[in-house]
């Protein structure tokens, strides 16, 4: 009881995290009403008093333990109802601005990034009346103007807004959630001349931290680098990460790089390193230990702010602040209750943050590292410093892939299995980057030292570059297509924790209890292959300005979609290819859209359906017998034409996403009629009756 007590918050935050998390998913279920929240928080706020006064007389700290979760679990679910959209009256909603234009005060809230065709922000708008305010995503169209949009300035816009609503696609990503989780609800055009600029606004510190970046960015161009290896120093020193190529992230993740392009835990441990080393000599004077250490903590958050103080990044200055602060107060402190007070500050100061992959990426690979790598760093011993160092960078590369390899399979269905390989020359790397990049800015007074590093610094990032695509083009470097849910992700981390258990502190029950749970994994992966082994059904998946149809039989599919689609492998990995993967699907088969196969029956084993051209039926409809098809799929149809013509078939009328917004066409033979657009893709199982 003793060692427990010594971790406070971790006996805490488990459920404030539940009562964070819990209620992030009830709100989209439940609309909470402000008057009811204030009631219910006065009325439990009360009864905690009293208890702790109860408790306090009787002097039993069981009690008060027994009333301290359920507060930490009411804390954190009033805690984000307290930042959801719903509470707040005042917030834009439906009824107050969708249908109809609207004139708007917008104030850039983020830094501006520039997409194919717009210029995308996210704002807080506030209208003319101030009755409503709140943020939202607008899209610019592209011009001088648009490019030249900065943080914290303000606008006057002409938009109308319409809710955020993802294309229904099954397995998906959830992109509505993904922005509700970053309180934003709508999203808008804006015309280049339906906006003006009304002034700089106040950019705040956030601002001017955003302006210093740019200026440093300039500072890199003109050392001399440019194209892959500009971006990624941006990317990998600044966090500036638009202009990376996406090519070229995608030889990251399949090397299991990614981590290195966005600035997080590593870059910030090795800024803390530099710093904790540059400070050391404080500590000669009076009181220098605490001057140091606000140096440090300032220096780390400053470098956050220049980064964009990005989640990962601000998440990271929290966690070494924690750790710098203990050392400064002399206290050995626990690393598992520095990280569970880290956290807790974080989720306190913005409760959404749990819900996103990074944070919960970083504290699975710290926790691993801090818990897995000194056991497997004693296994063995070196006489070279080298391969003791290798050795080093191995174990931290394992325990932190052990710590977070189930995150990774659930979110991004893909294990890179040349990690160790790439780590080990990755992490030396950006070592090296960030140390050469900080130089290089020192140095930018004196043009010849500046070029010298520019040089240095090009050189290195290239050789990077290339390594990185030599081992992402290795046969077998990543295995993709990996389905897990929620379920499974947390049965393979008790199977971990269990296993932790038996290696660290002996104790049998852990590893009957990973036997037992990796025979339950096993079972439901053969129910599940079973499943997958017997489906058989047809998906038209809601693409904007595409058709697309997904026939599946077995763990074999049939997809009928344009060659433009087909080849866009970022469009099929966000709209097709997790769905396909959740259904086990190993061989593709791919029939090309085009004029010689609309208007014709298609026969499917025996049964048939038809994709329906109607501007060009007419001339072809005899050639139906509507009778013999199970289905029928109307791809386009004249802007002109708002009524259907009567299809007599044995099944239901699907009509593919056609752009529609104003006008539906009339269904006078009350025929069952499926629009895409409105409701996202359907499934018609089984293929064939």
């Not at 009787?58 to 805690?79: C, D, H, K, Q, V």
């Not at 520039?114 to 009346?129: P, T, Y």
């Not at 036997?515 to 129910?527: D, E, N, P, R, Y």
Request: glycine share 6%; charged share 15%; net charge neutral.
């Amino acid at each position: 009881m003793k060692v427990w007590n010594s971790f406070p918050m971790l006996r805490l935050i488990p459920p404030f995290l539940v009562g964070v998390i819990s209620t992030s998913f009830l709100s989209e279920l439940i609309e909470f009403n402000s008057s009811i929240l204030v009631t219910f928080s006065v009325a439990f706020g009360s009864l905690i008093l009293a208890s702790i006064f109860w408790t306090y007389r009787l002097r039993r700290s069981f009690y008060f333990g027994l009333i301290l979760w359920p507060s930490f679990y009411i804390l954190g679910s009033l805690l984000t109802v307290s930042v959801s959209d719903n509470v707040f009256p005042e917030y834009l909603n439906q009824e107050q601005i969708e249908g109809s234009s609207g004139t708007y005060l917008a104030v850039i809230d983020d830094e501006p990034q520039q997409k194919k065709g717009s210029v995308k922000v996210v704002a807080r708008v506030i209208d003319l009346d101030c009755t409503v305010n709140g943020r939202v995503l607008l899209y610019f169209d592209i011009d001088s103007l648009s490019q030249s949009l900065k943080y914290g300035e303000q606008l006057l816009i002409h938009s109308k807004f319409s809710k955020v609503e993802g294309m229904g696609n099954p397995n998906e990503f959830n992109y509505t959630r993904y922005l509700r989780f970053h309180n934003i609800i709508y999203r808008g055009q804006v015309r280049g001349n339906d906006w003006r600029r009304l002034s700089a606004g106040d950019p705040g510190i956030t601002g001017w931290f955003l302006s210093i970046r740019s200026d440093l960015i300039e500072i890199l161009k003109e050392s001399g680098l440019e194209g892959n290896e500009l971006s990624v120093a941006s990317a990998l020193i600044l966090g500036y990460r638009t202009d990376l190529d996406k090519e070229l992230m995608n030889a990251y993740a399949g090397a299991g790089a990614t981590h290195v392009l966005a600035v997080s835990g590593l870059h910030v441990g090795i800024v803390y390193v530099i710093l904790n080393f540059l400070l050391k000599s404080l500590n000669r004077f009076k009181h220098g230990e605490v001057f140091r250490t606000i140096i440090l903590v300032s220096l780390l958050f400053s470098y956050a702010a220049l980064t964009g103080l990005s989640a990962s990044v601000f998440r990271a200055a929290t966690m070494f602040s924690f750790v710098a602060i203990g050392s400064a107060l002399n206290r050995n402190t626990n690393i598992f209750n520095t990280l569970a007070a880290s956290a807790f500050c974080l989720i306190l100061y913005e409760p959404m943050i749990i819900m996103q992959v990074g944070f919960q990426l970083s504290y699975a690979a710290v926790i691993g590292i801090v818990l897995i790598q000194p056991r497997l760093f004693n296994l063995y011993s070196f006489n070279n410093r080298f391969a003791d160092w290798a050795w080093s960078i191995t174990c931290v590369s394992v325990a932190a892939q052990i710590a977070t390899f189930p995150l990774g399979l659930l979110y991004f269905h893909q294990f890179p299995n040349l990690f160790l390989v790439s780590n080990l020359l990755v992490i030396p790397a950006a070592a090296g980057i960030l140390y050469l990049g900080f130089s290089l800015f020192v140095a930018s007074l004196w043009k010849p030292a500046l070029l010298f590093f520019g040089f240095l610094l090009d050189g290195l990032i290239s050789s990077l570059n290339k390594v990185v695509i030599w081992i992402e083009q290795i046969p077998y470097s990543v295995l993709s297509g990996i389905d897990i849910s929620i379920a499974e992700s947390l049965i393979i981390y008790l199977i971990i924790i269990g296993m932790l258990l038996f290696i660290i502190q002996q104790k049998r029950y852990g590893l009957y209890s990973s036997i037992i749970l990796g025979c339950a994994f096993l079972t439901m992966q053969i129910i599940e292959f079973e499943t997958q082994r017997k489906q058989r059904f047809t998906t038209i998946y809601n693409i904007r300005g595409e058709t697309a149809i997904a026939l599946v039989e077995g763990t074999s599919v049939t997809f009928i979609a344009s060659e433009k689609l087909w080849m866009n492998e970022q469009s099929m990995l966000f709209h097709v290819r997790h769905h396909w993967w959740n259904k086990g699907i190993d061989r593709e088969t791919f029939i090309p859209l085009n004029d010689s196969i609309f208007n014709k029956e298609i026969d499917r084993g025996g049964s048939s359906f038809a994709l329906i051209h109607l501007p060009n039926l007419r001339p072809r409809i005899s050639n139906f017998n509507f009778k013999q098809l199970n289905f029928v799929v109307i791809t386009k149809m004249n802007s002109q034409l708002y009524q259907l013509p009567s299809f007599n078939v044995n099944g239901v009328v699907y009509v593919s996403n056609s752009g529609w917004q104003t006008h539906r066409p009339t269904n006078p033979h009350n025929q069952l009629i499926y629009f895409l657009d409105e409701r996202g893709a359907v499934k018609l199982s089984p293929i064939l009756d």
